[in-house]
C-alpha cells in the first residue's frame, strides 16, 4: 500500500484500486462513496502528476475509489500507448472505448502506408504486424477484441464487459462476429474498395455484409444494443465496420435499425468520431 498527500486529497494505492480521500475540515479519512468510474474519471482534467488534479465539488464527490487503471497513468507518469493509424477501424474501436472510458492514453500513430507495422521495432510489439496495440506499462497487447476486453475487464464494475459467465458468454460472441463475420463482410468491402485491394473478392465481400447486416438489422429490431439492455464491448466491436459500411459500397438505407443503433452510439458522453465513418454511415451509393 502507498500512500500520497495532496492538499486537499490523500491517496492510498493498494494492489488495484485507489482511494481518494478529501482530507476535510474534520480530517474524516473514511471513504464514504464509491464514485460512478466513469463518471469520476470524465470529470477530472486529463494531465500527469497528482498536484494537477482537482475536484469539482458540484460534479464528483470528494470521496472516491476507482479501479487503478484508469489512474495509473496519472499516479505514476506513465500513460497507456495506443499504437494505431486513423483509417483503421480496429484502431478506432479501441480508441473509443478509451475515450467512452475517460482512460487517458497516448496515440502512437504507426504509418500503415510507409510499411512501419512491418518493421522490426513494431514487430517486437506485435509479431502479426497488425494494428492496434496498446502498451498500459506492464502488458503489451494486440487484437481490437482482446484489448477491449481487458480494458473493459479492469474497470472491474461489469458495466462494460459483464462479470457473470452467460452474459459474457452473449458479449463474446460478438466479439467474435466482428473478427469473423464483419470483418468477412463490409470490412472486406472497404479493403477493396478504398484501399484497392483487389485480391479480396468483392462479391464474396458484398454477400457476407448482406448476411451480417440482415442478421442485425432482425436482432436490433426489439432491442436498443447488442446484449444486455446497455452499451458493452459488444457494440463497440461491430460498430466500426458496419457503420464504415458505405466506404465499401454498402448501403445502409435498407437497415433502419442497424442505422438508428448506430446513431445511439454516436450520441454516447464521450463518442469520438473516426475520419470517414460519420460520412460514410451516410453513404448511398
Ligand atoms: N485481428 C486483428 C486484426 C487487425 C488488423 O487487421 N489490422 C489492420 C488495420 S485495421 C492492419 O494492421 N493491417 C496490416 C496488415 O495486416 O498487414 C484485430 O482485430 O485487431
Known amino acids: 500500500m502507498r500512500r500520497f498527500h495532496d492538499d486537499p486529497l490523500t491517496y492510498i494505492v493498494t494492489d ?25 474519471s470524465r470529470s477530472r482534467p486529463m494531465r ?16 472516491a475509489f476507482c479501479t ?3 489512474f495509473s497513468s496519472l499516479l505514476f507518469g506513465f500513460m497507456i ?12 474501436k479501441v480508441r473509443l472505448l478509451l475515450e467512452l472510458l475517460g482512460v487517458p ?6 504509418d500503415l502506408m510507409q510499411g512501419e507495422h512491418k518493421s522490426s521495432p513494431f514487430l517486437a510489439l506485435n509479431p502479426f504486424g497488425q494494428v492496434p496495440v496498446l502498451d498500459d506499462g506492464d502488458n503489451t497487447l494486440s487484437d481490437a477484441q482482446a484489448i477491449l476486453l481487458y480494458l473493459a475487464a ?10 457473470g459467465p452467460l452474459e459474457q458468454a452473449r458479449v463474446v460472441r460478438w466479439l467474435s462476429t466482428a473478427a469473423g463475420e464483419v470483418r468477412q463482410g463490409p470490412e472486406s468491402a472497404r479493403l477493396h474498395h478504398l484501399f484497392g485491394v483487389k485480391a479480396i473478392p468483392i462479391e ?5 455484409a448482406a448476411f ?27 460498430f466500426p465496420y458496419v457503420a464504415l459500411s458505405g466506404g465499401g459500397g454498402i448501403d445502409l438505407a435498407p437497415y433502419p435499425y442497424v442505422r438508428a443503433w448506430i446513431g445511439r452510439i454516436q450520441a454516447l458522453p464521450g463518442y469520438v468520431p473516426m475520419t470517414g465513418l460519420e460520412a460514410a454511415a451516410e453513404t448511398q451509393p
Open 81 to 92: 500507448k495506443l499504437y494505431g493509424h486513423e483509417l483503421s477501424g480496429n484502431s478506432y
Open 68 to 70: 487503478l487503471s484508469t
Open 105 to 110: 492514453y497516448e496515440w502512437v500513430r504507426v
Open 16 to 40: 488495484d484500486r485507489l482511494y481518494l480521500f478529501d482530507n476535510g475540515e474534520h480530517g474524516n479519512t473514511t471513504p464514504q462513496w464509491q464514485a460512478d468510474d466513469q463518471r469520476a
Open 212 to 238: 451480417i447486416l440482415d442478421q442485425l438489422e432482425r436482432h436490433l429490431s426489439d432491442r436498443d444494443w447488442l446484449e444486455l439492455d446497455r452499451p458493452t464491448i459488444a457494440d463497440i466491436a461491430v
Open 154 to 163: 479492469r474497470q472491474g464494475d461489469g458495466q462494460w464487459f459483464p462479470i
Open 48 to 63: 500527469a502528476g497528482p498536484s494537477e488534479i482537482s475536484f469539482p465539488s458540484d460534479d464528483v464527490h470528494p470521496q
Open 204 to 208: 464474396r465481400a458484398q454477400e457476407k
